[in-house]
């Protein structure tokens, strides 16, 4: 049972994944390919970007300074904000799904009178969220690898697979955070609206908080400044940072499995 409840998880997400995967590896690809043409245009970008007020431009490229380096325009482009966001949408409405979805439907109720707690429900369905995000992860890998690989660009694999590793904590962190919510109050629209305001808030005061000062001490508490707030495209992970986002990772699971085992089902 523990199985098959795991492997449907997975199908019943297949098509959409389908989706999703080919969207974004031709996005990459179209964002990486333009590299050449958008270095040679690096003065005038330039130009507008330093005539643009400065909490605009750091919304936009985060602290990067040299936009126009390999790892500038990847973390300026891609890492900063477009990847990140992608896959908290992702993350969010996978998370979101997981047990709600099984209530919206009626089929909760059936699934229980198996013999399976419902702490094992929630396990497992958190194992297919591990599952797909790390999959498409791995779409973006590839995707980022081959574009870097076709245009010669001066970035290491090791470097990709460090801010791609990051990216994945940080989205199956709010897919956690969402599937908590859906645990505690068995509404897919609150799971989905306060997972997505945190994740804005968050990126919010990461990308504030270098120029705003009375937004740098909430800096700390933001899940983006843990998964970019060392660079690990160009420096590697952060051990420290790393584990904050793994601590919280499992904090969110724990409390899934205790929420959900004390609350009455919609059935």
Same mark, same amino acid.
């Given at each position: 049972?523990?199985?098959?409840?795991?492997?449907?998880?997975?199908?019943?997400?297949?098509?959409?994944?389908?989706?999703?995967?080919?969207?974004?590896?031709? +996005?990459?690809?179209?964002t990486i390919l333009i590299y050449p043409s958008f270095e040679a245009q690096g003065e005038a970008f330039g130009q507008s970007l330093e005539n643009m007020p400065e909490p605009?431009a750091q919304l936009l490229v985060g602290e990067t300074t040299e936009i126009f380096s390999p790892a500038g325009y990847l973390n300026s482009q891609l890492f900063v904000s477009?990847i990140p966001f992608l896959f908290i949408i992702f993350g969010i409405n996978r998370g979101s799904a997981t047990i709600v979805a099984e209530e919206d439907e009626g089929t909760?109720?059936?699934?229980?009178?198996?013999?399976?707690?419902?702490?094992?429900?929630?396990?497992?369905?958190? =194992?297919?969220?591990?599952?797909?995000?790390?999959?498409?992860?791995? +779409?973006?890998?590839?995707?980022?690898?081959?574009?870097?690989?076709?245009?010669?660009?001066?970035?290491?694999?090791?470097?990709?697979?460090?801010?791609?590793?990051?990216?994945?904590?940080? /989205?199956?962190?709010?897919?956690?955070?969402?599937?908590?919510?859906?645990?505690?109050?068995?509404?897919?629209?609150?799971?989905?609206?306060?997972?997505?305001?945190?994740?804005? /808030?968050?990126?919010?005061?990461? /990308?504030?908080?270098? +120029? +705003?000062?009375?937004?740098?001490?909430?800096?700390?508490?933001?899940?983006?400044?843990?998964?970019?707030?060392?660079?690990?495209?160009?420096?590697?992970?952060?051990?420290?940072?790393? =584990?904050?986002?793994?601590?919280?990772?499992?904090?969110?699971?724990?409390?899934?499995?205790?929420?959900?085992?004390?609350?009455?089902?919609?059935?």
């Amino acid at each position: 049972m523990l199985r098959n409840l795991y492997q449907k998880t997975i199908r019943d997400q297949r098509k959409s994944f389908m989706f999703w995967s080919i969207a974004l590896s031709a +996005v990459l690809l179209l964002t990486i390919l333009i590299y050449p043409s958008f270095e040679a245009q690096g003065e005038a970008f330039g130009q507008s970007l330093e005539n643009m007020p400065e909490p605009i431009a750091q919304l936009l490229v985060g602290e990067t300074t040299e936009i126009f380096s390999p790892a500038g325009y990847l973390n300026s482009q891609l890492f900063v904000s477009f990847i990140p966001f992608l896959f908290i949408i992702f993350g969010i409405n996978r998370g979101s799904a997981t047990i709600v979805a099984e209530e919206d439907e009626g089929t909760m109720d059936l699934l229980l009178s198996y013999p399976i707690s419902r702490q094992a429900v929630v396990f497992q369905k958190f =194992l297919g969220l591990i599952t797909v995000t790390a999959t498409l992860s791995l +779409v973006l890998w590839g995707s980022v690898v081959i574009g870097v690989l076709i245009i010669g660009m001066d970035i290491t694999i090791m470097g990709i697979t460090n801010i791609i590793f990051s990216n994945f904590l940080l /989205a199956l962190l709010f897919a956690t955070l969402s599937m908590f919510v859906g645990c505690a109050k068995s509404n897919r629209s609150v799971s989905v609206g306060l997972s997505s305001l945190l994740a804005i /808030a968050s990126y919010m005061a990461n /990308a504030l908080a270098p +120029v +705003v000062s009375w937004i740098e001490p909430t800096r700390w508490l933001s899940p983006f400044y843990y998964y970019i707030g060392a660079d690990p495209l160009l420096n590697g992970l952060n051990p420290v940072h790393t =584990l904050v986002l793994f601590s919280s990772i499992i904090g969110l699971l724990a409390a899934s499995l205790f929420t959900f085992s004390r609350r009455d089902i919609a059935g």
